[in-house]
Structure formats: C-alpha cells, structure tokens
C-alpha cells in the first residue's frame, strides 16, 4: 500500500473498519516507516532498522527525462497555506493542469517520490537552512508543503514581516531556516529606486554576508543559492573602494567588468567564506540555478511570456547565454571549494539541478501569479515556478542527497 495512500486513510474521514485495518497495515510495516517502538527513541530505531539508502550511490540524479505520471500532487493550494501569493497559480486560475502530471526520471534509475514520514522521522532533531533569493523561499515553501500533509510548523521567526523565517517542527525537533541574502555578499540597496528598478545596488564583493555565514555551523544541512539579483544594475566595491559596475553608464567613472564579474566573485567569496570556518560538522549544498532563460517571444520586460503546457525532452534544450554563464561560473567555484573543503573534513555537495528545470518552460505562473482583472503592472513570471510543480523535486532530490 502506498504511504500517502495509507496516511489519506488514516486521517481521512473513514469507517471505524477500514481505519482500523489501516493501522493493523500500519503496525505492520512499522518498521519500515520508521513508526515502530513506541518508548524507544525513534531516530535510533529508524537509523538502525530502516532501509533507507540513497539512489545517488548507483546514479546520477541529475541527469534525465521527465516522463508522464498520473499521480496527483501531494498538495494544491487548497490543502497547504504557505504557497507564496505569487507563485499560487492553481489558485489565480492556471486553466491547464497538465504541468503536474509529470515526474523526473534520472536516467539509470527511479527516483524516489518525495515520503513526508520517511523525511521527518530522518530529520528529527536536525536542522536545515536555505540561503539565497526568492528562489530559495519557493524551494522551501515546496518543502514546507510536501510536509503539510503530516506536520504543519510553527513559524517562530523573530520579525514576521521580514524575509527571514525559522520554522519549526516540534514533533520533531526539526528546524528550517531561511536566510534572505540574494548576493551571498553584503549587498545595500539603491539609494534612489524606480518600477523598473534601474536604481543601483551597493555590492560589496569581497565581504560575505556575514548575517547567514557566521550562522552556517549552527546546521546539519545549508542550502546555498543566488543568480538571480547579479542582473539587477550595481556597483561593485573591493576593500570599500569603487571599483567597477554593472548596467552602468559612465557616471560613475569605473568599467563595466559585467554582472558575470559580481556574480563569479560572489560564489568565490561565499564559499571561500564556509571553508573558512571553525565547527561546521554539517553539510553545505550548493544548488545551481534555475534557468533564467524561460522568457519567449520577447525579453521579461518586453512583453515574453512562458505559455508552454508540456516539459521538453533534454534534447530539445540547449543551455546559453546567461544560464550557460552563470552555470559554468557556478560549477568552478563550487569545485574549486569542494576541493579546498577536502582536506578540513568539511562536505561541500552540489544540487546540479539546472538541466532538469531547463526542460520545464511549462511550470512558470506566468500570469497565473494574480487575479487577471488586478489591476497592478505586472510582468510574466518566468523565474518562479508554481507550487505544486516540478520544483517540488527539489526535494525528492534533496532528500537523496541528504541520504548519502
Ligand atoms: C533538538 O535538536 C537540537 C539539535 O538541533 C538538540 O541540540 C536539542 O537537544 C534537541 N532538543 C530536544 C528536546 O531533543
Ligand atoms: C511566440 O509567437 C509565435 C508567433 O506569434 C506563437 O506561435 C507562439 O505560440 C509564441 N510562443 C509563446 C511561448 O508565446
Ligand atoms: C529527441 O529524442 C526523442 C526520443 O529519443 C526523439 O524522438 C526526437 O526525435 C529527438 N529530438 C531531436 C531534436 O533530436
């Protein structure tokens, strides 16, 4: 029987019977679902009895086609409340639903579907941290929902209102933070900004946004990400001096050295910043971009839009331009890290999961961000994905690799 099949019994409104004969199920693949031994501590039992075994040890996740699934979503907008507003495209009436019906299959094995039950019972007492932009929040809120249909968190985050959350799991003992730091590197907003934020970001590329890097031995698991914001137009300072820009006219009298320049050094000073650490016993993550390039028939603020309805196959995509830098960039650092972490004992670990979104143009919300009678200037959203959608696996592979 199917978890999530089992636990809808559970929980669901059912005759005394069948619950009955679900828990007699139950009881009897306790074991398995890490459940058994009430009294006994649960992560020990589940450490020791559970054969939970990661697929990454015979293949590359990574690599593969999306393949077509009849098997509904976890979630929907009805059932998890933590959807963020402009990525809720069931709820602002995406009429084609055939984006969920698809599942990543790496080539050379399955992939395990995302088990709530199997994850939390593994996380009990852990803690987890996503660094970056909103990309990083639509991962965790991906997250946040695929646990929904066990284990609802409290938000304890010290300012409601600010783009930094803690969540916790008290049944669990289980902590997620985000950590708001779309350059990884401090970073000051425009002075002066506009709609078409043409205003310039302060960006400081040899100093490490010390607000999540100081944090990072605090976790059992870091989440790091960022492309996105190096597009924005900035000025780069090095030992607090101006020394160059980005979408900069000559006003400022340094070069344009290019958001390809903020963004590899970012990356470099980042992870340059994690090696240097004390303590960390945890294992940092980086998770390569999502494709920035979904845009068609025009760039995001000349009117393109995504209205695909069906994925890609892998041989129909071809990575370049500004993916294909930032990717390349991003690949570098992260072994030239990786390789620096080695001999510290540290675990740098990359989520190289670019390929596989590069072939969903078809999970974006496009418009479906908001009511189409809103009357609010908004562009096409190909950058975000809906949730439910495929960045929910995210976290199918997330989990794998937490299994290594
Ligand atoms: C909760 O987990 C933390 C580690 O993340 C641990 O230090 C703490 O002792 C745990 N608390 C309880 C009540 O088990
Ligand atoms: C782009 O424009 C062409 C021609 O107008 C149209 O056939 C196609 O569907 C458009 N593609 C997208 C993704 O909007
Ligand atoms: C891509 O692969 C599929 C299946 O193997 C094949 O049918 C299709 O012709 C290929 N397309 C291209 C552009 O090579």
Redesign the pocket.
């Known amino acids: 029987m199917k978890l999530h099949l089992l636990l809808k019994v559970l929980f669901g409104p059912v005759p005394v019977y069948f619950s009955a004969l679900a828990i007699l199920i139950l009881l009897t693949n306790a074991q398995y679902f890490g459940l058994g031994g009430v009294g006994v501590p649960r992560a020990t039992k589940l450490a020791s009895s559970t054969p939970v075994v990661s697929v990454m040890k015979y293949c590359d996740i990574f690599r593969g086609e999306w393949v077509p699934d009849a098997e509904a979503p976890y979630y929907n907008h009805k059932t998890c409340g933590m959807i963020q507003e402009h990525q809720n495209c069931l709820k602002y009436g995406r009429p084609d639903l055939g984006f969920l019906k698809w599942r990543w299959r790496p080539s050379g094995c399955e992939l395990p579907r995302f088990d709530p039950v199997q994850f939390l019972q593994f996380v009990r007492h852990k803690s987890l941290a996503f660094v970056g932009d909103s990309l990083a929040r639509n991962h965790m809120q991906s997250l946040l929902c695929l646990l929904s249909q066990v284990a609802y968190p409290k938000d304890i985050s010290a300012n409601p209102t600010d783009q930094n959350k803690v969540y916790y799991y008290r049944a669990y003992n289980f902590t997620i933070n985000m950590f708001w730091s779309p350059f990884l590197v401090r970073a000051r907003e425009p002075d002066h900004d506009d709609p078409a934020h043409t205003g310039h970001y302060s960006l400081y590329l040899d100093e490490p946004d010390d607000k999540w890097v100081s944090q990072v031995p605090r976790f059992d698991y870091v989440l790091v990400s960022a492309a996105n914001w190096f597009s924005r137009p900035s000025l780069f300072y090095e030992k607090r001096r101006l020394i160059g820009c980005s979408f900069c006219s000559r006003q400022y009298g340094v070069p344009d050295l290019t958001l390809y320049y903020s963004q590899r050094k970012a990356w470099r000073v980042a992870l340059r910043a994690i090696n240097a650490l004390d303590g960390v016993k945890g294992r940092v993550i980086v998770r390569m971009l999502s494709p920035m390039s979904h845009f ?2 025009g760039t995001w603020d000349q009117g ?5 309805t069906e994925p890609i196959r892998s041989n129909q995509t071809v990575m370049e331009g500004r993916d294909l830098q930032f990717y390349t960039a991003q690949m570098e650092e992260y072994r030239a890290a990786e390789k620096a972490a080695r001999p510290k004992g540290l675990r740098l670990m990359l989520m190289d999961a670019t390929a596989a979104m590069l072939m969903r ?1 078809d999970g974006h919300p496009s418009r479906y961000g908001h009511w189409p009678n809103e009357k609010v200037q908004l562009y096409n959203d190909c950058i975000h994905w809906c949730l439910p959608g495929p960045i929910d696996i995210w976290n199918d592979l997330l989990f794998q690799m937490m299994l290594v």
Not at 304 to 308: A, D, E, F, L, V
């Open positions: 068609e028939n393109g839009n995504c209205k695909r143009p």
